[in-house]
Every structure is written in structure tokens, then in C-alpha cells.
């Protein structure tokens, strides 16, 4: 693929995203409300979260950008989408907090937010050789890495005047060098794909893939077997040549052919950003209605015993059908529960019998009768016939009768 090609494909792909931005504005707006207005406070409720977790979430819900890319994800259905953000939520706290908590090493390189792209898009460098000089689990240095890539979106957009010039995605440089076959980890690509990608949807716009040779085609070609084929579009393969034809050389470091210091000399804003979750006192949420008692329970997510399951035939259950999950604090709330295919089969059989059910019985208690007075039926049988043939021979008689009559008369 030609570097003019490669410019038009970066360019079409981000013209499409910021227009569909632009158009689903109102749309963001809408489901932002209702998550903060009613989906939060029922978590809220629901799981007695306290006020840290409450505050940490709704900061999350700010987040215009990644609501965005999680409605996008989901085609821009509003149900889909506020289903999706509650269970993101909930992995957030049960599954990324306590993982924030811990000091990570530093694994991802952002340049400074005024060194971009061609179109406006922050620039990461990582090298893969890195994940082989971790002492720890690659697991949990991803995750606080992602989260503030995120942060350092979030943290751009906020000094953006107008919402043409958001920023929505990351282009990542990915060094090889010095990486073999024997590193390449297919389990961390498959759980960054299962567990980290739907929970941080669309924040890749490129990856470049630079020092790639021949050695490492088998590697991609388990790759390629795992990413979709979306992400799959998305890989490029340039040489140092055709990187400083893409990207401008002063945006990139001197080890990769740029005008920049070399990349560890770069100032990374990335270390800068907080991940921990914010006190209750320094950053509440601003809505009245979350400004309630703080609630002095755990923090384990267990059920709380007001929850309420409405059955699926019921007509104050907007999802028709399928069972959902309500609270006595909260009646205008619903939480829809797993959408099996036997539940859809009951309800539709419990229709279909509603309908029709009297019908099919009376029906058959007709066939039935009939079947059991068919005995009876068969003794009268032959003799109708037989009266009916005699009564037919009678009238003709009569009729031959009655003409000789006539003649005679003449």
C-alpha cells in the first residue's frame, strides 16, 4: 500500500468519525442524562456503593468522547448502549480500580499533546520488547496504561473550543525490534480483544508496525487469526522512509528518522495524569440528586434484598417477554436480566394460548364426542339408505300411476 493511499484511507476514516459526531451530538447528550440522571443512582442503590465510587463513576460519565465511541460501537441504539455502560460500570469498579491503586511501571510513550498527526491525533510509541522486562503480570500494566490514554483524551478535549476539533482516537507506533517468536504472547492479544477492547472501544485510529521482517510473519499470521477484520484494516507495515512520508518529521523522535530528541528523552504526559479515584470531598458529583446521605456500607458489590423481578408477561414490563430486575426504592428503573430464547418461547406460547387456547379445546371436545358417538352412528347407517331408496321407489309408482290416470281420462 502507497503512502498516498495510506493518507486517504487515515483521512476518509477520520472524516467519517467526526462527522458521525457531529450528527449524533443531541444523541450523546441524551444518554449521558439518563445514565447520570437514573442508570448511576440506581447502581448506586442497588450495589450501596459509596460516595468515591459514585463521584469516580460519574467523572467516567462525563467522558463525551467515550460514550460517544460506546454508542458508535452499539449503532447508535440508545437501549444497547445504556445496557452496555451499566455493565461497564461495573467491571470499572470491580476490575480496573483496585488495579489503579497499584503503582505501574510506565509501558506506553505519549509525545506531547502538541506534537500530532496529520490530523490532529496524539502519537504513542511502545515497544513490544518492553512486555518481556515486566516483572508483573502484562495484564495489570495494560489496563492502567489504556485508562490513561483515555484520561489523556478527555484531558485534550477539555481545552477544545468547538466540537469540530475533538479528539476520538490514538495512532500507536509499535517498535518490534529485538522481539522474537518465542515472546509472542497470542493470549494477551485474545484477552485485550475479549475483556479491554469492548470496555475502550475505538480510540485506535492506525497502528504502524515498524521494524516488521520475515521473522515475525508468524506471528501475524496468528494475529490476523484472532483481530477482526476492521482492526485488521487498520495494521500498517511502513518502513522508516515511509513513516516520515505519513507522519511529519517533526513529529517524530531522531531514533525513528525525526526532527524530535530521542523518544526517552520526550516529555510523556501520560505519568502525569491521576488514576486514582477521586476523594468525595474534592470532586463530587454536581446533580442535587446524587448529592445524598453517604452511605457508610462495604464496598462489595453484593444484591441488595429490595430488588424486585417483574415477570415477563406483566404490562408494567417495558421488555415484553424477557424478565427484568427493578427495585422498591426505584419502580421507574428496570435493569433487563439475561434474554434467554426460552423465555421469548414461553411468552410466545403463553400469547399463542391466550388466543387461541379456548378455541383448540372446544375443538377438540367436539372431535372427541364425535369419535365416541361413532359406534351409534354406524348401527343407523345402512337402514337410511334403504328408506331412502324405498321412499324414491314409492313416489315412482305413484308418478306412473297418476300419467296412466291422465291418459285414460283422454
Not at 36 to 59: G, M, N, S, T
Not at 76 to 89: D, G, K, L, Q, Y
Not at 172 to 196: C, K, P, T, Y
Not at 197 to 226: C, D, E
Request: hydrophobic share 45%; glycine share 2%; net charge positive.
Amino acid at each position: 500500500m502507497t503512502d498516498d493511499v495510506t493518507r486517504s484511507l487515515l483521512q476518509a476514516n477520520h472524516n467519517n468519525l467526526i462527522n458521525e459526531y457531529l450528527a449524533n451530538v443531541l444523541n450523546i447528550s441524551a444518554v449521558q442524562k439518563t445514565l447520570v440522571d437514573d442508570v448511576l443512582p440506581h447502581i448506586r442503590d442497588e450495589f450501596h456503593l459509596p460516595q468515591e465510587d459514585v463521584a469516580w463513576a460519574h467523572e467516567w460519565l462525563q467522558d463525551t468522547a467515550t460514550i460517544f465511541r460506546i454508542l458508535r460501537r452499539h449503532r447508535f441504539t440508545r437501549s444497547f448502549t445504556i445496557e452496555a455502560i451499566r455493565t461497564i460500570i461495573l467491571w470499572r469498579l470491580n476490575v480496573l480500580r483496585p488495579v489503579l491503586r497499584v503503582p505501574q511501571p510506565g509501558l506506553l510513550h505519549c509525545l506531547p499533546p502538541s506534537v500530532t498527526d496529520l490530523f490532529g491525533r496524539p502519537i504513542v510509541f511502545l515497544k513490544v520488547s518492553s512486555l518481556d522486562e515486566l516483572k508483573q503480570d502484562a495484564k495489570d500494566v495494560l489496563l492502567p496504561a489504556i485508562e490513561q490514554l483515555r484520561l489523556h483524551l478527555q484531558s485534550i478535549n477539555k481545552h477544545r473550543d468547538t466540537a469540530t476539533s475533538v479528539v476520538l482516537q490514538f495512532v500507536f507506533v509499535v517498535d518490534l525490534q529485538g522481539v522474537s517468536l518465542h515472546s509472542f504472547n497470542a493470549e494477551l492479544i485474545s484477552w485485550l480483544m475479549r475483556e479491554v477492547i469492548p470496555r475502550f472501544p475505538g480510540m485506535l485510529a492506525a497502528v504502524f508496525l515498524l521494524n516488521y521482517s520475515w521473522a515475525h510473519s508468524g506471528m501475524w499470521s496468528i494475529a490476523k487469526r484472532i483481530l477482526p477484520v476492521s482492526a485488521i484494516s487498520r495494521v500498517f507495515f511502513p518502513s522508516q522512509d515511509e513513516l516520515l512520508q505519513i507522519f511529519s518529521p517533526s513529529a517524530l523522535p531522531q531514533d525513528y528518522g525525526g526532527l524530535l530528541p530521542v523518544l526517552d528523552s520526550i516529555d510523556d504526559p501520560l505519568p502525569r495524569l491521576d488514576l486514582a479515584p477521586p476523594s468525595p470531598d474534592l470532586r463530587q458529583p454536581q446533580p442535587s440528586h446524587l448529592d445524598s446521605a453517604e452511605v457508610t456500607m462495604p464496598t462489595s458489590l453484593s444484591r441488595t434484598p429490595s430488588t424486585i423481578c417483574i415477570p415477563p408477561t406483566s404490562f408494567l414490563n417495558p421488555f415484553y417477554g424477557y424478565p427484568i430486575l427493578t427495585s422498591s426504592r426505584h419502580p421507574h428503573i428496570f435493569r433487563p436480566t439475561r434474554r434467554r430464547k426460552r423465555d421469548l418461547l414461553r411468552t410466545l406460547a403463553f400469547l399463542w394460548w391466550r388466543r387461541w387456547g379456548i378455541r383448540t379445546l372446544t375443538a377438540l371436545c367436539i372431535i372427541v364426542s364425535l369419535l365416541m358417538v361413532r359406534p351409534r352412528l354406524r348401527r343407523w347407517l345402512p337402514v337410511i339408505p334403504a328408506i331412502n331408496t324405498g321412499r324414491k321407489m314409492a313416489l315412482w309408482q305413484q308418478l306412473r300411476l297418476n300419467w296412466f290416470a291422465y291418459r285414460l281420462n283422454r
